[in-house]
């Protein structure tokens, strides 16, 4: 049975000039507990659209709508729009996602306050923790600076850890590595992979790597102008893709499939600390 399973989702966002742009045309995907599945396709697919959507984070004068949305067996659709569902999500830039005027502390405290129910001395030791289980150093000083003052790899872990504070049941990620170099990307990676094998976690991550797919998923669909053009496992799809656009984005990335993410990793773990 599938955690999450979504059936025939349209967005559309509604035009200054009175029209209507259709973003999503028919998605339907599910994933499993404990599972990776990643959603690639070039720019304007629609995959952060679906995120968003998702997580009822659409722009104004979004609409979505859809036949059937299940997770973990209930049907989940009639109470969407005022409940939430134990999904946490991962920007693409956590600069831009954190307020400036704020330190770090700051942030994560305020989540732990809203999802855990403690107070004061409490919330700062349960985002510290946070902090460490991402392999950020010395968290008790981070949780005192602000977001500018860390590297890209720390903010993103930063952010790893407050959408962990959430205690979700499903992390997704946009685009979680596009803006690191490729040490750090190999770190961001692992460390996804190791949360996942901890804490159980399912991941839905959205990118136009399909080298973050071979390393990390082990489902992928792929869209192209809003829909859902091909759905298998990573290696069926890697190694005979049916659609003649799967085809194309593997064309461009060469040696794709020979990605291997414990090669990948190995030496980025030992720099993990000093990120």
Not at 9 to 36: C, K, M, T, Y
Not at 109 to 131: C, H, I, N, Y
Not at 213 to 240: I, P, S, W, Y
Request: aromatic share 2%; glycine share 6%.
């Amino acid at each position: 049975m599938s955690l999450l399973s979504i059936s025939h989702l349209n967005v559309s966002i509604g035009q200054p000039d009175g029209s209507v742009a259709h973003i999503l045309h028919d998605v339907s995907l599910a994933v499993d507990r404990g599972e990776v599945l990643g959603i690639v396709g070039e720019s304007g697919s629609g995959k952060t659209m679906l995120l968003r959507a998702l997580m009822k984070i659409l722009p104004p004068r979004g609409v979505a709508t859809m036949d059937a949305l299940e997770f973990d067996g209930r049907d989940v659709l009639p109470t969407f729009a005022r409940e939430r569902l134990p999904l946490s999500m991962v920007f693409q830039d956590p600069l831009t996602s954190f307020n400036p005027l704020r330190k770090i502390g700051g942030h994560l405290t305020e989540v732990v306050k809203r999802f855990q129910k403690v107070s004061g001395s409490a919330a700062r030791t349960r985002a510290a923790a946070a902090l460490d289980q991402v392999g950020i150093p010395h968290p008790k000083r981070v949780l005192n600076q602000y977001p500018h003052e860390l590297s890209g790899g720390m903010r993103q872990r930063v952010m790893i850890a407050m959408a962990l504070l959430s205690e979700p049941e499903v992390l997704v990620a946009d685009e979680p590595t596009t803006a690191l170099d490729a040490t750090i990307q190999a770190q961001i990676l692992s460390l996804l992979s190791s949360l996942r094998a901890s804490r159980d976690l399912t991941i839905v991550i959205v990118t136009h790597d399909l080298g973050v797919v071979a390393a990390l998923c082990d489902r992928v669909v792929v869209m192209k102008d809003g829909r859902v053009v091909e759905t298998g496992h990573v290696e069926q799809v890697f190694a005979n893709p049916e659609n003649d656009y799967t085809k194309t984005l593997l064309a461009a990335i060469p040696h794709v499939a020979a990605l291997d993410l414990a090669d990948s990793t190995d030496a980025a773990e030992t720099e993990a600390r000093d990120v």
